[in-house]
């Protein structure tokens, strides 16, 4: 089929290479020229694994080429694919569907025949209706431009593999011809096996902020857990593992740490609640605002927990910071956990280091303020704390025996929870993570077996042998904190 990819950021140039991978004939347009011309030449413009394997045979395949033209692409497609960004609008958290807007009202005038024009990028709720009466105003007498919403669910890093192998593929249609057309598109996909769910347009719109929000929602959830945890002495990792063998809750994003960001969840997230509350049901979402608080909490807790390892002060101390990109396997610094403590720390006062395998270039576009080295030891070099706070690879396989040699302290804030703590404690190093006390916070001792000492009279059951009373020993808190009661009744809750 004779495609057209409008937008080629990050989800624009992976489906486009990937559409022309799988046989169709595929137009990319952008209006930024040097993305083009650096996609043309097969380089993509951003870091992907797989990208550009994929981006080469295509083009070599002639299936796949790039232009500026909106013109062009419009005599070409006859499924048109909308997939430019919808970031937060300026002073509200409502999205910004300027771009979205812009691609109807460039594409609709020279539209030569009726086609399907198919939004991929994530909208509000009812974009689909709106974006159909708008080009049904500005198409050519005679032409008719039926609009579908087939949502994205990449994830950065996997973008590839994503668009290839999905685990579902959604399609919001308002007629048969629509959904008939882009089963033949998603032909070879969904002849292994994918999923298809056919729907209406809202529902579609939905399915990805839905998604987004639930996720967000995990995150957040298991970094609330962290503080409480770090209030009580309890350890996050081992409640999550023990949580995740529930099988209606799962392992998979219940890892503490510094939080989520990105280009996606936080924005989507505020958008879904901007939208929720035009369409009057605004309380149904009102615990994503908290979902929102307590990731931006956690960039605070960890710069908070910084400057305790460097004994209460920042100011002129040197701080390494391993990650500049929200996520790893990617060159994406935007809103990212990583670079928005360093930045904090760099206002306390702190000489900060950062140190990406991929993300350098933006991050220093981003915080030119701060000093970014190429070279880890280098990096590390005199560093009187080290933070961990993108999860790459290439940090868990660091010798922590070889970087103490160059750092000044020996000091391990992991940030995300994914570094072997003992093997760094072993190579000499202090290892402090959020939710997670020290080895001598811990009760030295296995519980008794016994009803003796502070553990006496723990358990009376009562009618069906349910608990009536527990006396829990606490372990020891950090210096200066005391323990608090533990009640013996718990009031009940409405739910």
Not at 22 to 29: A, E, F, S, Y
Not at 111 to 118: E, T
Not at 149 to 172: K, Q, S, Y
Not at 230 to 240: F, M
Request: aromatic share 4%.
């Amino acid at each position: 089929m004779r495609l057209t990819v409008i937008g080629t950021g990050y989800l624009g140039a992976v489906h486009a290479a990937c559409m022309a991978e799988i046989g169709h004939d595929v137009v990319g347009v952008d209006v930024d020229v040097e993305k083009i011309t650096a996609l043309t030449e097969g380089r993509p413009p951003f870091y992907e694994p797989g990208l550009g394997d994929v981006l080469t045979r295509a083009l070599a395949s002639g299936r796949l080429r790039f232009t500026t033209s909106l013109r062009e692409a419009a005599v070409h497609g006859e499924v048109h694919f909308i997939c430019v960004g919808t970031p937060q609008q300026a002073g509200s958290q409502a999205a910004d569907l300027r771009y979205v807007d812009a691609v109807a009202d460039g594409l609709a005038p020279h539209l030569p025949a009726s086609c399907l024009v198919v939004g991929k990028s994530t909208v509000p709720v009812g974009t689909t209706a709106r974006l159909a009466a708008r080009l049904a105003g500005l198409t050519p007498a005679g032409v008719r431009a039926e609009v579908a919403w087939n949502p994205e669910f990449l994830r950065e890093g996997f973008a590839v593999e994503d668009t290839l192998r999905p685990d579902r593929l959604v399609a919001g249609v308002t007629s048969r011809e629509a959904d008939e057309t882009l089963r033949r598109v998603y032909a070879p996909i969904l002849g292994a096996g994918v999923p298809y769910i056919s729907t209406d347009p809202n529902t579609a719109e939905l399915v990805k902020v839905a998604a987004n929000s639930f996720l967000a929602t995990k995150i957040s959830f298991v970094n609330a857990m962290a503080e409480v945890c770090d209030a009580a002495g309890a350890d996050v990792v081992t409640l999550a593992d023990a949580l995740g063998h529930d099988s209606r809750i799962g392992r998979r994003f219940l890892n503490a740490g510094v939080g989520f960001g990105g280009g996606c969840l936080p924005k989507d997230i505020r958008a879904f609640t901007a939208r929720a509350q035009e369409l009057g049901v605004g309380p149904a979402v009102a615990f994503l605002d908290q979902v929102d608080a307590i990731n931006e909490r956690q960039r605070d807790r960890t710069v908070a927990l910084a400057r305790r390892l460097l004994g209460g002060g920042a100011a002129g101390r040197r701080v390494t910071v391993l990650g500049a990109t929200f996520k790893p396997n990617s060159d994406d610094v935007r809103d990212s956990p990583a670079l928005a403590v360093a930045a904090a720390l760099h206002r306390l006062g702190a000489e900060v280091r950062v140190h990406d395998p991929e993300g350098t270039a933006n991050a220093r576009r981003a915080h030119p303020e701060l000093q970014h080295t190429a070279d880890l030891l280098t990096a590390c070099r005199h560093a009187e704390l080290v933070l961990h706070l993108t999860e790459w690879g290439e940090y868990r396989e660091v010798d922590p025996v070889k970087l103490a040699r160059v750092v000044r302290e020996p000091v391990l804030l992991d940030g995300r929870n994914a570094l072997a703590h003992d093997e760094w404690r072993a190579a000499g190093w202090t290892v402090k993570a959020l939710g997670r006390p020290a080895p001598t916070d811990r009760l030295p001792d296995p519980l008794p077996d016994g009803p003796t000492g502070a553990l006496s009279d723990r358990l009376s059951t009562g009618r069906d042998g349910e608990p009536l009373r527990s006396t829990i020993a606490t372990p020891a808190g950090e210096p200066g904190r005391t323990a608090a009661a533990v009640p013996t009744a718990v009031p009940a809750t409405r739910a």
